[in-house]
């Protein structure tokens, strides 16, 4: 398992150059003078003499690959410029606004699993009856409904018109309760649907059927044997959806003023921070290839056929 965990740490390197890279180049093409749009965020008047000086302290007149060799050499040391907008190292900036993006995928990732778990298993175990039509139905209404569509819906009901809930912004906990409603509804909407296919695709192989005729109980075939035996799917959409949580859920973030890394993103789009763009990438791309290094241990444990880094 050293061997396979160091071989996919190596690949992270061509993997973050290449997003660097790139990255680099469309922030590079980008309309805008980041020389002018510095002195902007400062309050000074960006005149040509002062803008030409800025340019060249920044080094924005050196040819396009030297800047980025410097900038790379930098960033290799955690050091990804200081951003137009706050006038903070970008590490700092993006550190400071991870907490409260922990905390909303946190506890979006509980709630989903509270939700989808029991009504994926509810939904397989009583296929194509009522119950399970009641539950593919309003998972299907889930998934259809953007997220954006559902903030505002529970924003509207639950703050305007109820008065039960703040509005936007972190204030205390309940000020939590509608970001993470919204994201674990869509999520969970998804789950519930990946998790009943993977039940009954478990529940018509042969050890299944040998385990009824041994006279096991359902419940026990179900806890010991078929979930275990399900959750290799749903481990690998658990993954991705911790990356994009901890990426920020830029549109729920933004909806709700939430202050975490989502968007912090989005605001630094919109003021042209190239710089926390950069860096902000680049934080991402460390997280999910993170994650998915992870997902690939955990499918070691959950299945012990799987040997990591051997062939067949």
């Known amino acids: 398992m050293r061997r396979y965990i160091l071989k996919r740490l190596l690949q992270l390197i061509p993997v973050l150059l290449g997003i660097s890279f790139l990255t680099f180049t469309l922030t590079y093409l ?10 902007n965020a400062t309050g000074v008047t960006p005149t ?24 790379l050499t930098e960033a290799a040391r955690g050091d ?3 951003s137009y907008q706050y006038n903070r190292p970008v590490s700092d900036v993006i550190l400071a606004r991870m907490p409260a993006t922990l905390e909303l995928a946190g506890t979006s ?35 259809s409904v ?3 569509g559902l903030g505002l819906g529970l924003m509207y009901i639950f703050s305007v018109k109820l008065k039960l809930l703040p509005i936007m912004g972190k204030s205390d906990g309940t000020s939590l309760i509608l970001p993470t409603v919204t ?10 649907r990946q998790l009943r296919v993977a039940i009954l695709e478990e529940m018509g192989e042969d050890y299944v059927v040998g385990a009824r005729a041994r006279g096991l109980k359902d419940q026990v075939i179900l ?9 290799l799917p749903i481990v690998t959409l658990l993954g991705l959806s911790v990356g994009s949580l901890l990426g920020g859920a830029a549109i729920v973030e933004t909806i709700f003023v939430w202050p975490g890394v989502g968007k912090l993103a989005v605001d630094a789009i919109f003021s042209r921070d190239y710089p926390l763009i950069q860096g902000y990438v680049v934080w991402m791309a460390i997280i999910y290839v ?22 067949g």
């Open 146 to 148: 953007p997220g954006f």
């Open 80 to 82: 990804f410029g200081v």
């Open 183 to 192: 994201l674990a509804m869509a999520m969970a909407s998804k789950y519930i």
């Open 30 to 39: 980008s309309p805008g003078d980041p020389a002018e749009l510095m002195l």
């Open 48 to 71: 040509p003499q002062l803008v030409e000086k800025v340019r060249e302290g920044m080094g924005l007149n050196k040819p396009f690959l030297t800047r980025y060799g410097e900038w």
């Open 290 to 311: 993170v994650v998915n290094l992870v997902v690939d241990i955990s499918y070691y444990f959950l299945d012990p056929r799987i040997h990591l880094g051997k062939e």
């Open 223 to 231: 806890l010991k044997h078929i979930l275990q035996k399900s959750l």
């Open 109 to 143: 990732m509980l709630l989903m699993m509270a939700i989808a778990l029991p009504l994926g298993i509810i939904s397989a175990l009583y296929r194509n009856r009522v119950l399970d039509y009641i539950i593919r139905m309003l998972s299907f209404g889930g998934i």
